[in-house]
């Protein structure tokens, strides 16, 4: 494994800003790492690029281990922070010089790198300029040219697309798509279709706790045994009818003639409801599962949290 993190807990007087999560990363996965603000993400991500000390538990990188050689995690780990550090006065290729000997990068190194990363991250027309003259979006560019100038096994990335409009994320999502694929990538947003687009799983923590750790595909069902069917008659029928179909656990009124139906088999009970339909000689006129977005799952798993 690229990272591992094991029973990571990190306590601020009385508060646990992360307490006790677990969780793996494989070299070539893109990690969505969700969960609302103030849920611990930034700091877990802090504490992987040994920016800070955790309170109890571990993290390592490519086996390392960030306590006892945080140097050396840090040779490996590329970090874009939320609020993208640049020196404005700075040009870019002046400032990636300067990343490259913050990085212990040797000359020939960084003569070798720059050019690299910035043609990987769309640059070259940009790189005689100074960032204070670049717009955000290539800012973000200038983030991740320095986050990846060292080659990094491990790129965390904490909201790289706050703020860009869409063309800018379009061109930040392939950006990140093309590096992944000989690295281990955690990504952080708030943007559930920056999630869908890029990421294999999805951790999810709230209040410091982690309380999912799934595959898009199981994300996107919701952790519910149940489906719900949305039947539309022509007119409202009896909901004793709908009952009484064996996969159907509970019905609910919507509006005339439309009923949602959890159910434990959608296939079984849509089978069922048109044979009831044919039975009892009822106009049938819709019948779908309903599609749950990843904004309502989220939401689900951290509002009551």
């Known amino acids: 494994m690229s990272l591992v993190i094991q029973n990571l807990t990190k306590i601020y007087g009385q508060q646990y800003a992360v307490d006790d999560i677990s969780f793996s990363v494989q070299k070539g996965e893109i990690l ?5 603000n103030g849920a611990g993400k930034s700091t877990t ?11 109890m538990g571990s993290v390592k990188v490519a086996d390392i281990d960030v306590i006892a050689e945080p140097l050396m995690v840090q040779a490996k780990v590329g970090y874009l922070p939320e609020h993208n550090p640049l020196y404005l006065d700075m040009y870019v290729h002046e400032f990636l010089s300067f990343t490259g000997k913050a990085n212990k990068l040797s000359s020939k190194q960084i003569r070798n790198r720059i050019p690299e990363v910035v043609e990987q991250c769309g640059l070259i027309r940009e790189q005689n300029k100074k960032i204070g003259q670049l717009s955000k979006g290539y800012r973000q560019r200038v983030g991740l040219a320095q986050a ?3 080659d990094p096994e491990v790129l965390i990335l904490d909201e790289p697309t706050t703020g860009l409009d869409p063309n800018q994320i379009l061109e930040i999502r392939k950006l990140i798509k093309d590096v992944s694929k000989d690295k281990t ?3 952080s947003s708030h943007i559930m279709q920056e999630i869908k687009a890029l990421c294999d799983r999805v951790v999810v923590i709230n ?3 982690l309380i999912a750790d799934n595959t898009i595909d199981e994300f996107e069902k919701g952790f519910k045994e149940s489906q719900v069917l949305i039947v539309e008659f022509k007119s409202d029928i009896s909901e004793s009818l709908l009952k009484g179909v064996a996969t159907v656990d509970s019905v609910t009124r919507e509006s005339e003639g439309k009923y949602a139906l959890e159910v434990t088999n959608s296939e079984e009970a849509r089978s069922e409801v048109f044979q009831l339909a044919a039975t009892n000689n009822l106009p049938l006129v819709g019948l779908q599962e309903e599609v749950r977005s990843l904004e309502d799952i989220f939401q689900s798993m951290t509002l009551d949290q």
């Open 185 to 187: 990538v955690i990504f």
């Open 148 to 150: 990846l100038l060292h």
């Open 45 to 55: 991500m802090k504490i992987a690029t040994g920016y800070l000390s955790p309170s």
């Open 32 to 36: 969505g790492f969700l969960g609302p």
């Open 207 to 209: 209040k410091g706790k």
